[in-house]
């Protein structure tokens, strides 16, 4: 069955330190992936989506996310954190080719201290 | 550009009534999707609609139904509403099913 897991339900990091926030996905062909940020009394926002090419992309307010093949991830990233970063944050595939349907995590909350 | 408009904005109803939500997308876009939003389940999709089309189903009761108007506008109908039907119900449109998808900030539906 497809499915997103997004396996950790909260992260907390200090302000200025690396941040990860981990995906891993199953299912069919090659899926595109994306990654949404909800801030607190807000709607969903995109921060970037990788569909083919280089495996780092590179999307809104400083952060990036690693595709890898072989082991079904896309984790997000970020070199230094900021307290404005905290939020929760979805992890989501599009099953293409194949159902099309659009897959989410159940969400990771972030919480950047300072 | 203005962004996705979800009407109203919170609900209250009763258990056996029905209701329905309604989604306007981002002009141009013609794919809307629905989610339901709750602290325990995540988002869960729900349908998918492109060109007055449904494209795509999620794993909710018949009584979950919509449709998509030749402006691309869309309607959510819930009827015979279940105190578990309470959530936020978010709706998002995309221009292809490539892109990705802009949200509105929701209906609060709330069942008593």
């Known amino acids: 069955a497809q499915s997103v897991a997004q396996p950790e339900d909260q992260v907390n990091v200090a302000e200025g330190n690396p941040l990860t926030v981990k995906c891993t996905y199953s299912?069919?062909?090659?899926?595109?992936l994306f990654w949404y940020v909800q801030y607190p009394n807000r709607g969903l926002q995109f921060l970037l989506k990788?569909?083919?090419?280089?495996?780092l992309v590179k999307g809104s307010y400083g952060f990036e996310a690693e595709f890898n093949k072989s082991q079904t991830s896309f984790h997000l990233k970020k070199p230094s954190a900021l307290v404005s970063d905290s939020a929760l944050y979805f992890c989501?595939?599009?099953?293409?080719?194949?159902?099309?349907?659009?897959?989410f995590g159940t969400g990771t909350r972030l919480k950047v201290l300072a | 550009k203005a962004g996705v408009t979800q009407t109203p904005r919170y609900l209250i109803k009763t258990r056996g009534q029905q209701v329905t939500l309604s989604c306007s997308p981002i002009s141009g876009h013609r794919s809307v999707s629905w989610y339901q939003q709750t602290p325990g389940q995540g988002l869960q999709f729900l349908f998918e609609?492109?060109?007055?089309?449904?494209?795509n189903k999620g794993n909710f009761p018949g009584r979950f139904s919509g449709r998509q108007f030749s402006n691309s506008r869309s309607e959510m109908n819930v009827s015979t509403l279940e105190l578990g039907d309470s959530a936020l119900y978010l709706c998002?449109?995309?221009?292809?099913?490539?892109?990705?998808?802009?949200f509105g900030p929701g209906t609060r539906l709330t069942v008593l």
């Open positions: 998002a449109s995309s221009f292809t099913h490539s892109d990705e998808q802009f």
């Open positions: 989501a595939v599009r099953d293409i080719p194949g159902t099309y349907k659009y897959i």
């Open positions: 609609y492109f060109s007055e089309t449904q494209r």
């Open positions: 299912v069919s062909g090659n899926p595109y």
């Open positions: 990788y569909i083919t090419g280089d495996n």
